[in-house]
């Protein structure tokens, strides 16, 4: 039985992405990452819409009847839906990511592509990475400290992003 194939994004050169990244969003839109996914956020009036994939019309969402930050990431918008189902979206900052981009899958589940047994291939420049990676984890360590105490203080810029979110979508919910 033959399993049945996604149904690829279209493609678009670098040039265009970058040129899409570049130009503003329409108002009310936000991209975020919902599910592990590229999406874009449209609040208006009449609710809020999803674009899932750029060559797919926006989808409406049922009616948003919760939001809520994170307590300790405070970039974290929880949304509770009409129909009981629950939704978390992280904006990206402005220009980071654009409509063509929707549908791409963003999260830091890497799949190895090397196979076989990690013993069996010695070699003697390991004891070198070894170190190496000591050094730039000594490094990455005090400014990882940084980052994450601008996330729990709420100053970092995903977390103003997501204080902009919040405010809209507190708008329609109390307008429903």
């Known amino acids: 039985m033959a399993k049945k194939q996604a149904d690829p994004l279209p493609h ?3 040039e265009e992405i970058r040129a899409a990244c570049e130009a503003p969003l329409p108002a009310g839109v936000m991209m975020v990452l919902l599910k ?3 999406t874009g956020l449209y609040v208006h009036e009449g609710g809020v819409s999803v674009l899932d994939r750029p060559d797919r019309p926006w989808r409406q969402l049922p009616a948003v009847t919760k939001v809520s930050r994170g307590m300790f990431i405070r970039s974290r918008v929880r949304l509770r839906l009409a129909d009981g189902s629950k939704a978390t979206v992280r904006p990206y900052k402005p220009k980071f990511r654009c409509l063509l981009e929707t549908g791409k899958r963003d999260s830091l589940n890497f799949s190895s592509t090397s196979s076989g047994d990690a013993r069996s291939n010695d070699s003697p420049l390991d004891s070198l990475a070894a170190i190496f990676v000591i050094l730039v984890a ?6 990882s400290l940084v980052l994450l105490a601008r996330e729990l203080l709420g100053i970092s810029a995903r977390a103003k992003q997501a204080a902009l979110l919040l405010s809209q979508l507190q708008t329609i919910t109390q307008t429903q």
Request: hydrophobic share 60%.
């Open 36 to 38: 592990k996914t590229v």
């Open 12 to 14: 678009h050169t670098v």
């Open 138 to 143: 000594m490094v990455m360590f005090p400014i």
